[in-house]
């Protein structure tokens, strides 16, 4: 797996088609995170933009392949594994944005509340944020997978699939990301951090699962 892991990234690095969504997602922090601003509001604003970019990451991956060479990987360790592969190497990636984005948002925004001018621990902040921004990026993962090759064949049917799943999941009230993501809002007020555990742990099931589906089904579509 470590080998199919190198030979992912490798091709992640080298296609540039990761080029967009990070660039897309430097200037949505460059906009939407003020310097000086809410530390709990910022890091809550980080992390829902890094739903819709662990969609596009995904995508990115289980279908940047030549479909000669996935024939080949697929082959010689199995397309399960192959898909797999592809997965965890755009959850690699959203991750590295989310640490990126939080480090961001911990040296450049206010460590106090958004009313009353209340102290918060930029330490235990940082930590909620970081933890909100993985929760976002594994419910991403979890559209990503769901909503590509091989569960959707068509990519007339996958982008916008992907596109409207991650909106809803971003504003439903039942979504784990956006309780992760209004716990640091609604925190902010009162400058109260609410460590969003209870939404990561609803979030690693949901990721596997979805994992699993793709997996599955992508030993029986090569």
Known sequence: ???????????????HRWLPPVILYAAYLAVGVQTGGPILDSFGFAAAGLLPVAVWLTRICVTNEPPAA????AAATGPGRVHLACVLTATGAASLLAL????????????????????V???????AGLLTALACVLLGTAIGALCNWPVLRSPGAAIPAGLLAALVLSVVSASPANAAVSGLVTGSAS??????????????PIAAAATAVACALSSRRT
């Open 1 to 15: 797996m470590t080998a199919l892991l190198r030979y992912q990234a490798a091709l992640l690095i080298g296609s």
């Open 70 to 73: 996935r024939s080949c990987a």
């Open 100 to 119: 990126l984005g939080t480090a961001f948002v911990a040296l450049s925004a206010d460590p106090h509340s958004s009313v009353g001018r209340v102290p």
């Open 121 to 127: 621990p930029v330490p235990a902040a940082t930590g």
């Open 191 to 204: 400058g109260t951090i609410s460590t969003p555990w209870l939404p990561l742990a609803a979030t690693l």
